[in-house]
């Protein structure tokens, strides 16, 4: 079977690893300043990107620098949308200077997990996404608000799968507030990751086989171990014949 897959990770957050991680990976999700990062930090990571042809895509969260994005917050819609638009604005800037198209939008944190499920929210973000650059494609969970959401504002998708968490049988990611949401076996991960590419499937936590589809594979900048996890998941996605590409947009 020939396979073709991004490899992401969430950059310019400040864990000191971004030089590493740019070497293994095809799409950076770069903090857009909500929950780390400045304008400093964009250009450094889409000049570090332009350098190593990493695509690019910003990564809007909620307003939340004290909690890093993580903590769930009740917003409305409108200033979701607002937050969101602001974000990729300052985004899209920054990267023309550097004559550098952006690629795809991936939401941070709680935005990310709150929009997989609440529908009213996944429409904020993808109708900011829309107005802003409806080219762009939004990185979502398969079967879910935001990707559904996405869809129906007409933007194209890339269902992400994560290496380096756990899922629940409902097919979402167990909350980092459980001991075991984190996977830290690289070789362990890389088997895990093979499965669901070939075969649609994940073993959840709970001991069900979950249905999963995956074009892009994240592994977060900000875990320890993060660059061995990387390093570790692509050379053995690469031995068994698996292309890294970032998606292409259509």
């Known amino acids: 079977m020939n396979l073709s897959v991004d490899l992401n990770a969430d950059l310019g957050e400040g864990s000191g690893d971004d030089a590493e991680l740019f070497e293994l990976i095809s799409s950076a999700n770069i903090a857009t300043g909500f929950h780390a990062g400045d304008s400093d930090t964009m250009h450094a990571a889409i000049s570090a990107a332009k350098k190593r042809r990493v ?13 890093f994005g ?26 023309s200077a550097l004559d550098v198209q952006p690629n795809h939008v991936k939401p941070h944190g709680a935005l990310y997990n709150m929009a997989v ?8 973000i993808a109708r900011a996404i829309e107005s802003i650059d409806p080219k762009l494609i939004l990185f979502a969970p398969d079967k879910s608000e935001l990707a559904r959401a996405g869809e129906a504002h007409g933007l194209q998708i890339a269902r992400e799968i994560f290496a380096d ?5 409902d097919g979402w990611l167990a909350p980092r507030t459980r001991p075991d949401a984190l996977l830290h076996d690289p070789k362990e991960a890389a088997e895990r990751v093979l499965r669901m590419l ?14 999963v589809r995956g074009e892009t594979i994240c592994v977060h900048g ?3 171990g993060a660059v061995e996890f990387a390093r570790e998941l692509r ?16």
Request: no cysteine.
């Open 70 to 95: 993580r903590k769930e917050l009740t917003i409305p819609t409108e200033e979701v949308f607002d937050a969101v638009a602001y974000q990729l604005g300052i985004f899209q800037a920054i990267a």
């Open 235 to 250: 050379a053995r996605l690469e031995r068994e014949g698996v292309t890294i590409r970032a998606p292409r947009k259509q």
């Open 198 to 211: 070939r075969q649609g499937k994940v073993r959840s936590v709970e001991g069900r086989d979950v249905d």
């Open 55 to 67: 695509d690019v895509g910003a990564h809007p969260s909620f307003f939340d620098r004290e909690n």
């Open 117 to 124: 499920r609440d529908a009213n929210l996944a429409n904020a």
């Open 222 to 224: 900000d875990t320890p």
């Open 165 to 169: 968490r756990n899922y629940l049988n």
